[in-house]
């Protein structure tokens, strides 16, 4: 798949898992054409991956080609004029438009129309005359200075489009809540507009209907709700499931180049709850002593992260109890929120915060305060607004003890320390109970190792290589690889396709290698050769690969009749240790 909106991500590799939301988006975009998917809202907290699912969505849709049009539009964190962001708006739809139609990713970066009369001449050049009214009323508006009208236009012009070509639109818009605010009447940005009501008639459509993110749980249900009843289906993101967080730290640790040990990467996914947010900030921490090759150097990473003003994690947080604590302004907020946060597991009402706490307020007086911290999406709303309950989520705890517990009852670092010392070995001792389950996480972690070798020393060390791997083409070479990845089929694709290994040859003339990898204890049989070799077939037809070697490696090796099957068709095979080599540093289970 070609990347056409470059992804906020970096490396399109480090794209992973996520295949439910995958799936059940793609299938909405497909619902599109019958003109059947309702707009929908992606909610989760900051941090958490909407915008890489929703840009990875974008780039699959375009790329793909099948009838419906993306565009894609980020609202920026930032103070703007009204009449400034319906001109970007405006502008970005016709070159993503315009773009997709060509197939000119010349439109996307260095063509992009600059201002409304750059827009003109790109559409009277590809032949899109049927802007041209529009983009002229734009500029008389914009003359105008009347901004309100500029942004009708410009809110309305996906829509218009769609209906009047007889296409499909997706409008992507990312961080929907910073509508309201970040936008303003004046140009001096002094009068803040609730713009996201607004969409009240657009959203309705389902010839160009909207895939909306949200960063704030709370804000939405105060406001939203409110502004766009009965418009938006909604969608809640949740933490990566296990073998999809162990996959993410497996692919981090080839990728960053730093090694993870067999027996530390599902406690690692443990400790971070599956949260691809927290995984990625232990990987790029700044702490000193970073190394995740013993518990030592994990949970001290985790503390430095949870409890030092350069921690990723602790400053994400603190956005949002700073929030809270700036609008709720006083010392029985957090008290309120530290209490929550130690009963996370169950609701609270209204009643036992009043008499707990002691806060000398009214019960009125606590549920107006309460909505402010719901709002600020560090509490959570119960099964009424009588009920409330921490967040569910053990390092945030950790993070608002760490910054102001002692205002309340006194705080110790070392509390945390014991804490997260607890959680470790709950999780040593549940990870040793499970190890009768724990195959497909061995045979994940020898995966990275081949696929460590194959980029970083095969080409290099074709000769060692070679001897390690038994009945390849008597003209075979390891070659320098463009990728190396685990390979999973689109979504869209009828059949789930999961291959270990697509090694992708950076010179067509060299072979392409497509492996399978069995890291236990029973051998390899004909019947999983037989799976393998048609998933690999179909494979190569979906990537159009001409030139490739199907390679089995087993640690424990193969049946007979399994060798006589690999020899007969031609499939390299390989029980060598040495593929299994950990780097110096990786201690092996």
Not at 73 to 89: H, N, Y
Not at 281 to 295: N, T, V, W
Request: proline share 3%; aromatic share 14%; hydrophobic share 35%.
């Amino acid at each position: 798949m070609r990347i056409w909106l470059k992804e906020r991500i970096g490396n399109p590799e480090l794209f992973t898992g996520r295949k439910k939301e995958l799936t059940y988006f793609l299938n909405w975009i497909e619902r599109i054409k019958r003109e059947i998917s309702m707009s929908t809202a992606i909610l989760s907290r900051r941090k958490t991956g909407k915008t890489a699912i929703m840009q990875r969505l974008y780039n699959i849709t375009f790329d793909k080609n099948e009838g419906v049009i993306p565009f894609y539009f980020e609202i920026r964190e930032t103070d703007q004029w009204l009449g400034s962001f319906a001109e970007d708006f405006f502008l970005s739809f016709i070159s993503q438009y315009v773009a997709f139609k060509t197939r000119s990713h010349a439109y996307l970066t260095f063509e992009r129309p600059k201002n409304l009369t750059d827009a003109l001449e790109i559409c009277k050049k590809e032949g899109f005359d049927f802007m041209e009214n529009t983009i002229r009323g734009m500029q008389v508006r914009k003359r105008d200075g009347d901004a309100d009208f500029m942004w009708e236009i410009a809110r309305e012009m996906p829509l218009d489009v769609a209906t009047y070509t007889d296409e499909y639109i997706l409008q992507i818009i990312d961080e929907f809540q910073f509508l309201n605010r970040y936008i303003h009447r004046d140009t001096a940005c002094k009068n803040r507009i609730n713009l996201a009501g607004s969409y009240l008639h657009t959203a309705e459509y389902k010839n160009a209907p909207l895939l909306i993110s949200f960063s704030c749980v709370g804000w939405l249900s105060d406001e939203i709700l409110h502004m766009l009843p009965g418009r938006f289906q909604f969608h809640y993101l949740e933490s990566l499931p296990e073998d999809e967080a162990v996959e993410m730290i497996l692919r981090y640790s080839h990728l960053e180049n730093i090694p993870v040990p067999e027996d530390i990467v599902p406690l690692m996914a443990g400790l971070t709850e599956g949260n691809p947010f927290y995984i990625t900030s232990l990987f790029r921490s700044k702490y000193p002593g970073k190394d995740f090759i013993s518990e030592k150097g994990l949970l001290g990473t985790l503390e430095f992260e949870t409890l030092h003003s350069e921690g990723t994690i602790r400053d994400i947080w603190m956005e949002y109890a700073g929030y809270a604590m700036d609008k709720a302004n006083s010392r029985n907020a957090k008290s309120i929120v530290l209490y929550l946060s130690k009963h996370r597991k169950r609701e609270v009402s209204r009643e036992e915060l009043l008499k707990k706490l002691n806060l000398g307020i009214s019960d009125s007086e606590l549920e107006k305060k309460l909505k402010v911290i719901v709002k600020a999406d560090v509490i959570e709303q119960g099964r009424s607004n009588f009920y409330y309950r921490g967040v569910r989520d053990n390092i945030f705890d950790k993070v608002f003890r760490g910054v102001y517990a002692d205002e309340i009852e006194g705080f110790d670092p070392k509390e945390i320390t014991e804490e997260y010392k607890a959680m470790y070995e709950i999780l040593k001792r549940d990870n040793r109970r499970l190890m009768g389950e724990y195959s497909h996480y061995r045979g994940k972690f020898a995966e990275y190792l081949i696929i460590d070798k194959l980029k970083k020393y095969a080409y290099a060390n074709n000769r060692v290589f070679l001897s390690m791997t038994e009945n390849l083409p008597d003209d075979f070479k390891f070659a320098e690889y463009k990728t190396v990845w685990s390979y999973s089929a689109s979504p869209v694709h009828k059949r789930d396709i999961q291959i270990d290994i697509l090694a992708v040859a950076a010179d067509k003339n060299d072979y392409s290698l497509i492996g399978e990898v069995k890291n236990r204890k029973s051998r390899f049989s004909v019947k999983e050769a037989r799976e393998f070799v048609k998933k690999a077939g179909e494979l190569e037809e979906l990537e159009h690969i001409d030139k490739s070697v199907y390679f089995v490696f087993s640690v424990n090796g193969f049946y007979k009749n399994t060798l006589g099957y690999l020899e007969k068709h031609g499939i390299a095979r390989s029980s060598d240790p040495r593929w299994l080599k950990a780097p110096k540093k990786v201690t092996m289970i």
